[in-house]
């Protein structure tokens, strides 16, 4: 079932001289259990990709479709869609520092996302829990971020993207502070997300070495995105 | 989710320490406010305690407290006999500065007809009222002198016959009540070297430039000399029905002095000795106010920009402004309304040890906490700002 999909989408910055073209015609398509990875190197594009797809930047052209319902498309954000509530539902962010709220411990960090959409007392605890032991760092659930290791900290920021069930995970380089060996663990994990929660994950990294299993892998070149 | 409370767990320390200090400016903030009723309390103290229909002093003079007046004794005869006053006393009010017991002390005398005449002590805690012609004194308890204790005033000896709680001067001293002669006495008669040596001057004028006789000299002596018997003002009490404005005029035109009701009275203090204190006083408590405001502001600033990165996170997660809204002014709120609560609790148990009255009223309290919650509801503008500004997108890339 398609989870995404992206039709000649364009993002221009700029005009005149100072116009740059940071996405040209984009075309992407991503299917729920999808693991996905968005490869290119700095300036290629790959962050506005991703926070257009995040629903975050306006782009200047093209069609949006999120879980079956256009989004965007040429005139605009679709009315009548609240775009902070299907971030919140249906969305998973992981990212590179692992952005922790610094002052909630792991699990009240994996609580955040559950408050939000009014998921609250028992069944949010129980859920927490499932996730941190999904995890391995349920012995670490009561620690602040600062006593974490990066590692730990990735795998706590990874329970938060999955907290609400998404249908969508956006990883914005989520091995980038991560030596190789954790790198592939999260990677590992995020994998084990894409099968076993039948979400859509879409992985932007620089880092060829990580991309190992993945069922698509593009390239994005000069704000151009080719099948890699 | 409680965000605010689990932030300032975190910063505990600084949030304490700048409770501490937005706590003692906010019980400088009250502590002026009761300052501020103190000062109006003790600056209408004596002619609130006096209370009479009528305030006689010398003409176009707005005394006897907001400016100097002096009127011979016997005038209050005159005022006596004018149609609708019941009674009319002669007063004396004088701020002074004498030794008490070896101290230098500040306070005011009052001399007033103890037999019967108005004016004189209202509210005796201790003792009783004066009841001879000399030599006795009521003093405030503030003087710190007791019941039978002899205080030298001037050329004589006074037994304190009892105390007062009531009454105060403009500057919040004590009073001290003698009778009318005694208060004269100690206001007015100069000392006996002063006298003799005055005496012999005019007595030299008298008999070398003016040329009279040794014996004419000594006759016209005695009515050359500084008449001792003035008062301040004479106070008085209307006729049952007597209408106030009838009266006023008819002093006013017949023995060309100046009358005030209590209520002018009090007028003129606020307009005149006490206008630019009061105003001074206002000013400051504002002052206070702002800088209290402006350091709260500042913190929840910078509270809420060493959280940016967090807020931009919340905002890509999906948070909703509301809350991102309700943490900034919690923790606006939550500063202000414990600084509040404790710089309460600290003027409450040290503003007897000011120096002049501080009189703390619950309606001062709950005006002043309600200004705060909106200073800091606008305090927590900036932050707000600048969290309701801040792109989801900062929260991609990097550190």
């Known amino acids: 079932m398609e989870v995404l999909r992206i039709e000649g989408l364009s993002k221009v910055f700029g005009s005149g001289r100072l116009e740059v073209r940071a996405l040209e015609e984009i075309n992407l398509s991503v299917s729920a259990g999808d693991l996905v990875a968005l490869l290119g190197p700095s300036g290629s594009g790959k962050t506005t990709l991703l926070l257009c797809t995040s629903l975050i930047l306006d782009p200047t052209a093209g069609k949006i479709v999120f879980d079956s319902q256009t989004i965007f498309q040429k005139n605009g954000w679709s009315g009548g869609v609240d775009i902070r509530r299907l971030r919140r539902e249906k969305m998973g962010f992981i990212f590179q520092s692992h952005n922790l709220i610094p002052f909630l411990n792991a699990r009240q960090n994996v609580l955040f996302p559950l408050s939000l959409v009014g998921t609250k007392g028992e069944s949010a605890d129980n859920r927490v829990m499932e996730l941190l032991e999904y995890m391995e760092i349920t012995e670490r659930a009561d620690y602040l971020p600062a006593l974490l290791s990066g590692g730990e900290q990735q795998r706590v920021a990874i329970a938060r993207a999955l907290a609400n069930n998404p249908r969508l995970i956006l990883a914005d380089e989520p091995t980038a502070s991560l030596d190789t060996v954790r790198g592939k663990k999260v990677m590992e994990l995020l994998k084990k997300i894409a099968k076993e929660n039948q979400s859509a994950v879409i992985v932007v990294t620089h880092d060829v070495r990580m991309i190992e299993g993945f069922d698509h892998v593009y390239q994005l070149k000069d704000g151009r995105l080719n099948l890699g | ?399």
Request: charged letters at 20%; one cysteine or more; aromatic letters at 10%.
């Open chain 2, 1 to 399: 989710m409680d965000l605010a409370i689990y932030d300032l767990k975190i910063h505990k320390w600084r949030f304490i320490a700048t409770i501490i200090g937005v706590c003692l400016l906010f019980a400088v903030v009250l502590s002026f406010n009761g300052i501020y009723r103190g000062f109006l309390l003790e600056g209408l103290s004596f002619i609130k305690t006096t209370n009479p229909d009528l305030w006689v002093v010398e003409r176009d003079r707005g005394g006897p407290i907001n400016e100097q007046s002096i009127l011979p004794e016997f005038y209050h005869y005159n005022v006596a006999a004018i149609a609708g006053v019941a009674q009319a006393s002669p007063l004396i009010y004088y701020p002074v500065e004498r030794k008490i017991m070896g101290k230098k002390r500040r306070f005011a005398i009052v001399g007033y007809d103890v037999f019967g005449g108005l004016g004189g002590p209202q509210d005796i805690v201790a003792g009783h009222g004066i009841d001879q012609a000399h030599y006795e004194m009521v003093a405030h308890q503030k003087l710190g002198v007791k019941v039978g204790e002899m205080v030298r005033l001037g050329l004589h000896t006074y037994r304190v016959v009892g105390l007062t709680s009531q009454g105060s001067d403009v500057d919040g001293e004590p009073l001290v009540y003698l009778s009318l002669p005694d208060a004269q006495e100690v206001l007015f008669q100069r000392d006996n070297e002063e006298i003799r040596n005055q005496r012999e001057r005019l007595w030299q004028n008298l008999t070398r430039s003016v040329g009279l006789s040794k014996s004419e000299a000594d006759k016209y002596l005695a009515r050359l000399l500084p008449d001792t018997h003035l008062i301040n003002a004479v106070v008085v009490k209307l006729a049952p029905g007597a209408d106030v404005g009838a009266v006023s005029r008819q002093i006013q035109k017949w023995l060309y002095l100046s009358v005030y009701t209590t209520d002018q009275q009090i007028n003129l203090m606020l307009q005149g000795r006490l206008a630019k204190p009061k105003a001074q006083t206002v000013l400051f408590r504002i002052i206070l106010f702002i800088v209290s405001m402006v350091i709260i502001s500042l913190v929840i600033y910078t509270f809420t920009m060493e959280k940016i990165r967090s807020i931009a996170v919340m905002k890509l997660i999906g948070a909703p402004n509301w809350v991102i809204i309700r943490m900034v002014l919690e923790e606006s709120l939550l500063l202000t309304c414990s600084s509040f609560l404790f710089g309460l609790i600290l003027i409450s148990n040290t503003y007897q040890l000011f120096p002049r009255r501080v009189i703390l009223l619950p309606g001062d309290h709950v005006t002043t906490f309600l200004i705060a919650l909106l200073g800091a509801i606008l305090a927590s503008g900036l932050g707000l700002r600048q969290a309701l500004k801040t792109e989801p997108a900062l929260a991609l890339g990097g550190h």
